[in-house]
């Protein structure tokens, strides 16, 4: 069965601290990746999403997320997190092609920044 | 942009009964997806409508069902609760039933207790 997994499930980082969230999928074929962010009190909403071209994504609020196919990962990453950065990260796959209407997602990971 | 809007936010439901979920898609969107998110998981996907029709279906018995509507908004009904029922439900409206593009619009989501 096609799965998400994340690394870690809760992250505690300083300020101005590089951030590095891990993401892997076990799907052999096509596959669009997401990442989606929840702010407490707030619904999901996509933070960067890749289809195809580049493997290097750019998204939202200074984040970025690299597909390497051979190891069937999707991480994201900020070069220095903010305080506003607290939230809960989601890392999604959706198969390609004609299974591509769901999205199979990963168990998140709550991201804390201390000020 | 009116977005996504769910009711009720809160139920508390015994087991055995019934329940209906409400999903108002964002303005422009013909296609409105419903995932089930337990405590400390990511969500799931449950099925997906598209103009008034199940587009697809995830693991979920048939005692979840759905319909969607001329102004494509869309119902859950969850028929004979189960302690495992407890969750909160995502609803999440779309451009088409693929999700490339602008992908989804989540809205915050209703939580079932049922006990």
């Known amino acids: 069965a096609q799965s998400v997994s994340q690394h870690n499930h809760h992250v505690i980082l300083s300020e101005a601290a590089s951030l590095e969230l891990g993401c892997n999928y076990s799907?052999?074929?096509?596959?669009?990746l997401f990442w989606y962010v929840q702010y407490p009190g707030q619904h999901l909403q996509l933070l960067l999403k890749?289809?195809?071209?580049d493997p290097l994504v750019k998204g939202i609020k200074g984040f970025e997320a690299e597909f390497i196919k051979s190891k069937f990962s999707f991480n994201l990453r900020k070069p220095s997190v903010q305080w506003s950065d607290t939230a809960e990260y989601f890392c999604?796959?959706?198969?390609?092609?004609?299974?591509?209407?769901?999205?199979?997602w990963g168990a998140g990971t709550k991201l804390i920044i201390k000020p | 942009e009116t977005g996504v809007t769910q009711s009720p936010t809160h139920l508390i439901k015994t087991r055995g009964q019934q329940v209906t979920l409400r999903c108002s898609s964002q303005?422009?969107?013909?296609?409105v997806s419903w995932y089930q998110q337990a405590l400390g998981q990511g969500p799931q996907f449950i099925f997906q409508?598209?103009?008034?029709?199940?587009?697809g279906r995830g693991n979920f018995p048939p005692r979840f069902s759905g319909l969607q509507f001329p102004n494509y908004s869309s119902e859950l009904n969850v028929n004979a609760l189960e302690l495992d029922d407890s969750a909160l439900y995502l609803c999440?409206?779309?451009?088409?039933?693929?999700?490339?593009?602008?992908?989804?619009?989540f809205g915050s989501g209703t939580r079932l207790t049922v006990v």
């Open positions: 999440a409206s779309s451009f088409s039933r693929a999700l490339q593009g602008t992908g989804y619009t």
């Open positions: 999604a796959v959706s198969p390609g092609g004609r299974g591509n209407y769901q999205l199979i």
């Open positions: 890749y289809f195809s071209g």
């Open positions: 409508y598209y103009r008034e029709e199940e587009n």
């Open positions: 799907y052999g074929g096509t596959v669009n």
């Open positions: 303005s422009g969107h013909n296609t």
